[in-house]
């Protein structure tokens, strides 16, 4: 009987331990590797993520990692690496030389390149590993590559989101489908910057910040769009199948900031653009949980809409049918 209970008390010493490690390792930092160094968003959510003393700190998530990527033939990209690249490296972050070896030493991936065109084949190393990840604007510079990343996604198994920060501003988010402040949701007008980047549709780069805010209040379900342009500024309609109308007005001049008006049948609100911090909030969740805040198929209408959008401005104006893409 001394034997057994010799045996017995220290398997009894050490549940308490193993369950306290359970738990420590669950409550532990998520990796984060970083794909593509071209744009100032590495630099800005790496500080927010690992910096404890940042005004905007999102505890839970460390970036550890980071892949350079970038694009010989855009110049957002290859005036901006190289200086991108050595910031991250003055903040301890280790850069490496594949995408294979990044999602070895993490959790979970940014996947930040400034040109989307690269965006579905960074992303099938991701899948592979079997690594969440987040994929920056813009989503993607085609429709094609958008559908074939969100098969990619449902064939592997793993989750991904894309959004604008624009997206998780408190006002915007309130508003969407109409709430007991405006009523019943008539519609949503939004303004913001969309200067156009080279190799990418029009309204893919800039004009994706307001499209997002658009979506984030109408939700799916956009059937046509029509644009009317002009020199410094283009006015895009979008009717939604039961009725409702959100306007997109892409601006190209210098110092635009965004905003989103939205229209209901009690009152008629504006709201401003969020800052990072909510979106990295959402995307440090979205790590833990594996449950995106935006699903794929709002993502792809999204994509849809701004390439009906452009197909509208290069035919003069005419209406362009979703259903056309489809």
């Not at 030493?105 to 590993?129: I, N």
């Not at 769009?225 to 409702?244: I, K, L």
Request: charged share 25%; glycine share 8%.
């Amino acid at each position: 009987m001394t034997d057994l209970y010799a045996f017995i008390l220290p398997l009894l010493l050490l549940v308490p331990a193993l369950a306290m490690g359970a738990m420590a390792s669950e409550e532990s930092e998520i990796r984060v590797g970083i794909i593509g160094l071209d744009t100032s968003h590495v630099v800005a959510f790496t500080k927010v993520l690992n910096d404890p003393k940042h005004a905007d700190h999102v505890p839970g998530a460390r970036v550890v990692a980071a892949y350079p990527g970038g694009s010989p033939d855009v110049k957002a990209s290859y005036t901006r690496i190289d200086g991108f690249t050595q910031q991250l490296r003055d903040m301890g972050i280790e850069i490496v030389d594949d995408i294979p070896t990044l999602c070895e030493k993490v959790d979970a991936v940014l996947l930040e390149s400034v040109d989307g065109r690269p965006h579905l084949e960074q992303v099938k190393p991701v899948f592979a590993a079997k690594k969440r990840v987040f994929i920056d604007k813009p989503f993607t510079a085609s429709l094609e590559d958008a559908r074939e990343i969100i098969r990619l996604s449902k064939e592997s198994g793993v989750p991904f989101f894309s959004s604008s920060s624009y997206r998780f501003a408190p006002d915007i988010l309130d508003a969407r489908g109409g709430n007991e402040k405006i009523g019943e949701l008539l519609g949503c007008d939004t303004v913001g910057p969309a200067h156009e980047m080279e190799h990418h549709p029009p309204y893919f780069f800039y004009g994706i910040h307001a499209v997002e805010a658009l979506y984030t209040v109408m939700g799916r379900g956009c059937d046509w769009v029509q644009t009317f342009a002009s020199e410094d500024s283009d006015v895009v309609v979008g009717h939604w199948s039961d009725g409702r109308i959100g306007t997109f007005r892409p601006v190209r001049a210098k110092g635009v900031k965004g905003q989103v008006t939205i229209v209901g049948k009690q009152k008629t609100v504006t709201a401003a653009s969020a800052d990072y911090a909510p979106m990295l909030v959402a995307i440090v969740e979205f790590f833990k949980t594996g449950e995106p805040p935006v699903e794929p198929e709002e993502t792809l209408e999204i994509i849809e809409f701004m390439t009906a959008a452009g197909l509208s401005r290069e035919r003069g104006g005419e209406k362009v049918m979703l259903s056309e893409l489809r």
